[in-house]
């Protein structure tokens, strides 16, 4: 009697396991269709570009326009949020943390690289978290002085700090940001030492460099052109590797005495890891039409950039290049947020 009990009890635990995993069977099909015709009607809903900087400033401006073209090329709004804060950190958490169905995106600058190192308990992974879609444009920063400077060229100013080490002060719109590593990788290359002077912005910054209080700065093209075009400041260099398409006239850093130097503002466009191959494909090819049409290269021009077109895999590599290239210059430098 009890083998007979037994065996019943085996025949219902085999057919509830064959149920079982029946209903998984159908469930993994039916997710998997669900997910494929997400794929396929991609995108039927509005899009979020979260970008992490206050509105108002270059970044917001051509992320916006970069929204557009992508809402024109889409068929959906592409609506622009800003959260600023931690040099882009508090965006990009944000991002990492959402589901990756192309309805959250993320325009990511050259802090992502550098907060790899700069922090030392990121809650995420720049790399891991991500899903490349593709390059959007970089610029250059311009290494200025005020018009009243003795020092006219590059070459001048660094025989000036190697004969005064520690006395030539720069000014930065913070630890950590691409105005302060341009001086720093100005200082490593030159081999010279100076005194850091971090600003809470720019702006604040700029009134000491053109009165003389501060020696240089690095700021980005876009808010330090107008003082060298209205006389107050004088301009020595740029910091890529490439005169800018938006001051044509002045040379770079590298050819004016610093070879090899390089160094550019950049930004993307990323979407949460495990992103589908098709999704992330699609949005790189309107990418690509977006930075090809004239309209939106005038804006990036206007704004002292370049377009930085490529496929998902040249970003995906170029970042991963990046993190390596701040990560070795914040650690010899031992640069920390202040």
């Known amino acids: 009697m009890y083998q007979c009990v037994s065996l019943r009890n085996n025949l219902v635990s085999s057919l509830q396991s064959k149920k079982f995993f029946s209903a998984l069977i159908f469930w993994m099909g039916l997710s998997s269709a669900l997910a494929a015709d997400s794929v396929s009607t991609y995108p039927n809903k509005p899009i979020h570009l979260i970008v992490g900087f206050s509105p108002g400033g270059s970044a917001d ?25 931690a040099n882009g950190n508090i965006a990009a958490e944000l991002v990492a943390r959402s589901a990756p169905d192309g309805y959250t995106l993320y325009f990511p600058s050259i802090g992502h690289a550098v907060n790899a190192s700069l922090y030392k308990n990121l809650p995420y992974d720049p790399v891991k978290d991500f899903t490349a879609i593709g390059g959007v444009f970089s610029a250059p920063n311009i290494l200025i002085v005020p018009a009243n400077s003795p020092y006219k060229s ?3 100013l660094i025989a000036a700090a190697r004969a005064n080490p520690g006395r030539l002060t720069f000014a930065s719109s913070g630890s950590g940001t691409s105005v302060h590593l341009s001086a720093v990788l100005f200082e490593k290359m030159a081999k010279i030492d100076m005194i850091h002077v971090p600003y809470k912005g720019t702006g604040s910054a700029m009134p000491d460099v053109i009165s003389g209080q501060v020696d240089m700065s690095f700021p980005n093209l876009p808010s330090g052109l107008p003082h060298v075009k209205s006389g107050s400041l004088r301009a020595l260099g740029i910091t890529t590797a490439k005169r800018s398409s938006a001051a044509p006239n002045i040379p770079t850093i590298a050819e004016s005495g610093l070879p090899g130097y390089d160094m550019a503002t950049w930004y993307g466009l990323v979407a949460p890891a495990n992103l589908p191959v098709e999704i992330r494909n699609r949005l790189n090819k309107e990418l690509q039409s977006i930075l090809a049409d004239p309209k939106f290269k005038d804006k990036l021009i206007a704004q002292g950039a370049d377009p930085m077109p490529g496929t998902s895999e040249q970003f995906s590599t170029f970042i991963k290049s990046e993190i390596e290239k701040w990560r070795k210059l914040i650690a010899q430098s031992q640069i920390t947020i202040d």
């Open 61 to 85: 401006t051509v992320g916006r326009a970069l929204a557009e073209g992508l809402s024109n090329r889409l068929g959906q709004a592409v609506v622009v949020e800003n959260k600023a804060g």
């Open 154 to 156: 590059v070459g001048e």
